[in-house]
T-cell receptor, first 118, second 110 residues
Framework: EVQLLESGGGLVQPGKSLRLSCTAS????????MSWVRQVPGKGLEWVST????????DYADSVKGRFTVSRDNSKNTLFLQITDLRAGDTAIYFC?????????????WGQGTTVAV | QTVVTQEPSLTVSPGGTVTLTCASS?????????PHWFQQKPGQPPRALIY???KKHSWTPARFSGSLLGGKAALTLSGAQPEDEADYYC???????????FGGGTKLTV
């Protein structure tokens, strides 16, 4: 069974930085593109970023380009999201999700999310 | 700025049928947008239901089906159950960017 567990969220001051993590189990991590999606409580979902299996390709939503950096450590089955210059608008639950066949079968399994409050 | 539009809310009677739609301001939604559908209940992460417009995951109940209908992606629920009351989101892939865009979600009441 594929499981994803996010961590690293918390209450932070505007302008500070934060690194979120997502640890995966139950899959051959390097074979799967991974994504971050965020959700302001009570609002809709917003795609944030996607990284390829080997990490050589990354994509970002326009709203986060320049401040968010996605990366991964395949030796530790872990996905990261580095957020700099945090703003009130970044307050959200951040979910990681895995892809089985990009882009055909994406966002298949989701973690429970980690909350960032700015 | 491309926008993906869903019905804000819909109501269906238990046992009834309802269709949720997903439109793109960029034009007709085709299989090239790899439409995905997700169900989200309060306090839970989204759960994947449909990918590539009409393909189901192994856990997707048979009463859910996806299609392309009149230039939109569509999610049809046939034989609604009380446990189907949830928010439903569509997701489209824009290869030219490349980016993914979620619709605003449909709150389904059963």
């Amino acid at each position: 069974e594929v499981q994803l567990l996010e961590s690293g969220g918390g209450l932070v001051q505007p302008g500070k930085s934060l690194r979120l993590s997502c640890t995966a189990s139950g899959l051959t991590f390097i074979n799967h593109a991974m994504s971050w999606v965020r959700q302001v409580p009570g609002k809709g979902l917003e795609w944030v970023s996607t990284i390829s299996g080997r990490g050589g390709s990354t994509d970002y939503a326009d709203s986060v380009k320049g401040r968010f950096t996605v990366s991964r450590d395949n030796s530790k089955n872990t996905l990261f999201l580095q957020i700099t210059d945090l703003r009130a608008g970044d307050t959200a639950i951040y979910f990681c999700a895995t892809t089985f066949s990009y882009p055909v079968e994406s966002f298949v399994v989701w973690g429970q999310g980690t909350t960032v409050a700015v | 700025q491309t926008v993906v539009t869903q019905e804000p809310s819909l109501t269906v009677s238990p046992g009834g049928t309802v269709t949720l739609t997903c439109a793109s301001s960029a034009g007709a939604v085709t299989s090239d947008y790899y439409p995905h559908w997700f169900q989200q209940k309060p306090g839970q992460p989204p759960r994947a239901l449909i990918y590539s417009a009409s393909k189901k995951h192994s856990w997707t109940p048979a009463r859910f089906s996806g299609s392309l209908l009149g230039g939109k992606a569509a999610l049809t629920l046939s034989g609604a159950q009380p446990e189907d009351e949830a928010d439903y989101y569509c997701l489209l892939y824009y290869n030219s960017a490349p980016i993914w865009l979620f619709g605003g979600g449909t709150k389904l009441t059963v």
